[in-house]
């Protein structure tokens, strides 16, 4: 009796083993949520732009060519003089963004300072843990002001005509690149507001501020 007793309580070992053994595999072989969560965050960290303020000798040491849009000012909204940091286009196509939330970016397929047609210029409304420099463009309103300095540091002001939202995925680039008032230069500027998409980093609405250039 004792001998079957044993033999029924290894058998009972045994079996429990291999249901370890069969649990442990499954799990291992699943991605289980808080690995696709960690794998996901990485992701969106490793290609978010930089939170870190630029420190203001960088600022005031910043150079471009004597033609190119150097610095950007709005103080109705609380922009100082904040650099415009030249942007190309990614291998997408699309127009690239500042990598850092607290410059600006002018796309170097636009207008310069004072030509006719419109410069075009985009800046961050956020970051995960910070607010980016075009976070109060909403606020900005027809008859504003935005100052822009060339690198030879010639100032023109440009006044706010219109403001614009469009949704992400069907924003009118023809007309973003294009002044707003025919004959007269333009400065367009962009930024991203409405809500975040569910399981993304991306917002569903673009905000774009159009300007006409009014001294120089």
């Known amino acids: 009796m004792k001998k079957e007793n044993n033999q029924t309580g290894y058998l ?6 291999v ?15 808080p690995k696709l969560s960690k794998q996901a965050k990485a992701v969106q960290i490793a290609t978010a732009p930089s939170s870190v303020k630029p420190k203001a000798v960088a600022i005031a040491a910043y150079t471009v060519a004597p033609t190119l849009p150097k610095y950007i ?22 127009i690239a963004t500042p990598d850092n939330i607290y410059d600006t970016g002018w796309f170097n397929q636009s207008a310069q300072p004072g030509q006719y047609g419109a410069m075009f210029i985009y800046g961050h409304v956020s970051s995960w ?8 463009l909403k606020k ?3 008859g504003s002001d935005v100052t ?35 004959g007269t230069p333009g400065l367009n500027l962009m930024t991203c507001t409405g809500s975040v ?3 993304t980093s991306e917002f569903n609405e673009r905000l774009v501020v159009y300007t006409s250039l009014v001294s120089r």
Not at 155 to 164: A, E, N, P, S
């Open 12 to 17: 009972l070992i045994a079996i429990g083993l």
């Open 129 to 136: 843990t910070a607010d980016g420099i075009f976070y109060n």
């Open 19 to 33: 249901l370890f053994i069969a649990g442990a595999y499954s799990y291992a072989h699943q991605p289980g949520p």
């Open 197 to 199: 998409i569910k399981g």
């Open 140 to 142: 900005l309103k027809p």
């Open 73 to 94: 000012s709005i103080p109705s909204i609380g922009i100082g003089t904040t650099r415009i940091i030249q942007l190309g286009l990614l291998s997408n196509g699309q």
């Open 148 to 182: 822009i300095i060339r690198g030879d540091n010639t100032f023109y002001i440009y006044r706010v005509v219109t403001t614009k939202i469009y949704p992400y995925n069907n924003v009118p680039m023809s007309s973003v690149l294009a002044p707003i008032q025919s």
